[in-house]
């Protein structure tokens, strides 16, 4: 009640009550404006609690309703009405708990999700190839190689149009959608460990990559739409992570089922261990289809992330066409070809070099470290302590350049010991020469989540628009796909180790100059125009409300 009777005083004029009605006194209502102004200000945020629980909402309609023309004000000010509402509704939303839904809507909680259908489809998948030849015996790692060639081909074909289909369909059911090939592509390796035929394993690799490049688009359309600019690093280092820790918890599972055989690995994983990965990716496939649809996910201060509806298919084909001619995603190209290149070298390495339980201990931790690259690039480029965008930016590209290219030139001179003509050394962590080549091989993986990390924020700095960057998404995992390929048919057609190491030093050489022109054309922000310039306003009216309450 105080507070109504203060509003009531102010919109009455003290040498008006009580007289006649005429016509108002500019001067006197410039100096009641002004005082109005000034006692708005001075509104508390305990008054407003205190009016908005003692008496219900019938005790906002005094703040709502315009003056009479008899209290000598003459029209309402515009921004007396504006100011009130917005400080209310900004402090309505600030104190009251959001429910559960509301919570679980939110860019935060999406990108978590995200992370759970990774850790459960994708780790598995990566844990499975890190051990090499997808977890059988050295003897099938041509046939793996040929299977993951299948899968990446595929995998670029739908990723180059993933963005499209994204776009159209909307990304639930593009990740939904996505799940599927993983569990088809692990019931092709239990199908070969039971006896079943060769070409199984193939065709499952050929279906993975089909659904991949749709999960992967969708995880890039929320990982680098939904978070807001100083967030995006972060957001990707919580789905990297949940990645990493998914596919090194996959590595556990052999591993305990070695380890409880008393340590004895023979050549190949247990079949208890492919039915401990397909039960994982089926809790994966239920998992993606609880994700949002982008219209009702909306940040903490209730700004919708989407504020642009997508094309139909045919102009978002279109659009895909049109990324050709866009200079600074082609730059990154040679990045986007680098980033799967390697994988084929380092997995059948580890095939080739280590024990079965060796190997399983090293994709487990290859996988694990990820956590600690992603987040530690993720600490320089959010850290607003460091610059604007294009100098942490830069001075991140650094800090990739120097770690990626030093690990390679180890890995170099480690392969330069060895030779695949050799007999395997089937190093053994009680074997001297374990030690080196395992914190190599750990270095590799932090390498792998450091680049992808910056590939992803670099693309994300580029635009803000959600269904630009899922065209960004498909076409970064589609070339990245195709590299992939390439890489897998080199090993499956018997090119010496030596050879694919020099060729993954030197795509990423190539690959850092570019990134760096790119990083250099990098915005203090992108909120400059368009929807982004209205998400900027709206941000900036929210943060001058809240500080209005809190001076208050």
């Known amino acids: 009640m105080r507070l109504i009777s203060m509003i009531r005083s102010i919109m009455t004029s003290p040498s008006t009550r009580g007289h006649a009605p005429g016509p108002p006194d500019p001067i006197r209502v410039?100096?009641?404006?002004?005082?109005?102004?000034?006692?708005?200000?001075?509104?508390?945020?305990?008054?407003?609690?205190?009016?908005?629980?003692?008496?219900g909402s019938h005790a906002l309609t005094p703040l709502f309703t315009p003056p009479r023309r008899d209290m000598g004000l003459g029209r309402p000010t515009p921004w007396a009405d504006t100011f009130v509402r917005s400080t209310l509704q900004r402090h309505h939303d600030m104190t009251s708990a959001p429910s559960l839904l509301t919570r679980f809507r939110t860019p935060l909680w999406q990108s978590l999700l995200v992370g759970l259908v990774?850790?459960?489809c994708p780790g598995m998948f990566d844990a499975i190839n890190g051990m090499g030849a997808g977890g059988q015996?050295?003897?099938?790692?041509?046939?793996?190689?040929?299977?993951?060639?299948?899968?990446?081909?595929?995998?670029?074909?739908?990723?180059?149009?993933?963005?499209?289909?994204?776009?159209?369909i909307g990304p639930r059911w593009t990740l939904f959608i996505g799940t599927f090939g993983y569990a088809v592509y692990v019931g092709s390796l239990w199908c070969l460990d039971?006896?079943?035929?060769?070409?199984?394993?193939?065709?499952?690799?050929?279906?993975?990559?089909?659904?991949?490049?749709?999960?992967?688009?969708?995880?890039?359309?929320?990982?680098?739409?939904?978070?807001?600019?100083?967030?995006?690093?972060?957001?990707?280092?919580?789905?990297?992570?949940?990645?990493?820790?998914?596919?090194?918890?996959?590595?556990?599972?052999?591993?305990?089922?070695?380890?409880?055989n008393g340590g004895k690995s023979g050549d190949k994983v247990s079949t208890g261990s492919y039915v401990g990965f397909f039960i994982v990716i089926c809790v994966g496939i239920v998992a993606s289809f609880f994700l949002a649809d982008p219209a009702v996910v909306k940040h903490k201060d209730g700004t919708p992330v989407t504020t642009t509806k997508p094309m139909n298919f045919r102009d978002e084909f279109k659009s895909v066409c049109g990324l050709v001619f866009d200079w600074k995603i082609m730059a990154l190209a040679?990045?986007?070809?680098?980033?799967?290149?390697?994988?084929?070298?380092?997995?059948?390495?580890?095939?080739?070099?280590?024990?079965?339980?060796?190997?399983?201990?090293?994709?487990?931790?290859?996988?694990?470290?990820?956590?600690?690259?992603?987040?530690?690039?993720?600490?320089?480029?959010?850290?607003?302590?460091?610059?604007?965008?294009?100098?942490?930016?830069?001075i991140g590209l650094a800090v990739i350049s120097i770690f990626v290219l030093a690990t390679w030139s180890g890995g170099a001179a480690f392969q330069s010991t060895f030779s695949e003509h050799n007999p395997s050394p089937s190093s053994d962590w009680t074997d001297s020469n374990w030690a080196g080549p395992f914190v190599l091989y750990v270095l590799y993986g932090m390498a792998d989540a450091m680049y992808q990390s910056y590939?992803?924020?670099?693309?994300?700095?580029?635009?803000?628009?959600?269904?630009?960057?899922?065209?960004?998404?498909?076409?970064?995992?589609?070339?990245?796909?195709?590299?992939?390929?390439?890489?897998?048919?080199?090993?499956?057609?018997?090119?010496?180790?030596?050879?694919?190491?020099?060729?993954?030093?030197?795509?990423?050489?190539?690959?850092?100059?570019?990134?760096?022109?790119?990083?250099?054309?990098?915005?203090?922000?992108?909120?400059?125009?368009?929807?982004?310039?209205?998400?900027?306003?709206?941000?900036?009216?929210?943060?001058?409300?809240?500080a209005v309450i809190s001076v208050a």
Request: net charge positive; charged share 15%; hydrophobic share 45%.
């Open 30 to 55: 410039k100096a009641s404006q002004d005082r109005s102004y000034h006692r708005y200000l001075s509104i508390t945020a305990d008054q407003i609690t205190e009016s908005m629980s003692g008496t």
């Open 118 to 120: 990774l850790f459960c």
């Open 137 to 168: 015996a050295a003897s099938s790692t041509s046939l793996v190689a040929k299977s993951n060639s299948a899968l990446y081909a595929c995998f670029a074909i739908i990723g180059f149009f993933g963005g499209s289909v994204n776009n159209t």
């Open 194 to 260: 039971r006896g079943g035929p060769e070409a199984f394993v193939i065709a499952g690799g050929a279906l993975c990559g089909l659904s991949a490049g749709l999960l992967w688009t969708a995880q890039g359309f929320v990982v680098m739409s939904y978070p807001r600019e100083h967030e995006k690093s972060r957001h990707f280092a919580y789905q990297w992570s949940m990645l990493g820790v998914g596919a090194a918890i996959g590595g556990l599972i052999p591993f305990a089922q070695i380890m409880r």
């Open 334 to 394: 040679p990045a986007c070809l680098a980033s799967n290149w390697f994988y084929a070298y380092q997995f059948s390495m580890n095939a080739f070099y280590f024990s079965l339980r060796s190997r399983t201990l090293n994709s487990m931790i290859y996988w694990l470290t990820q956590v600690f690259g992603t987040f530690g690039i993720s600490a320089i480029l959010d850290a607003t302590a460091l610059g604007d965008r294009r100098r942490r930016g830069i």
């Open 455 to 546: 590939c992803y924020w670099l693309m994300g700095a580029i635009t803000n628009d959600p269904w630009t960057l899922a065209r960004y998404a498909g076409f970064y995992k589609g070339l990245q796909s195709a590299g992939g390929a390439l890489s897998f048919g080199i090993s499956a057609a018997g090119v010496g180790f030596m050879r694919q190491l020099i060729v993954c030093f030197v795509l990423q050489g190539v690959s850092l100059p570019l990134m760096f022109v790119v990083a250099k054309t990098v915005s203090k922000t992108n909120y400059a125009s368009g929807e982004d310039a209205e998400e900027k306003t709206r941000m900036e009216v929210g943060e001058k409300d809240a």
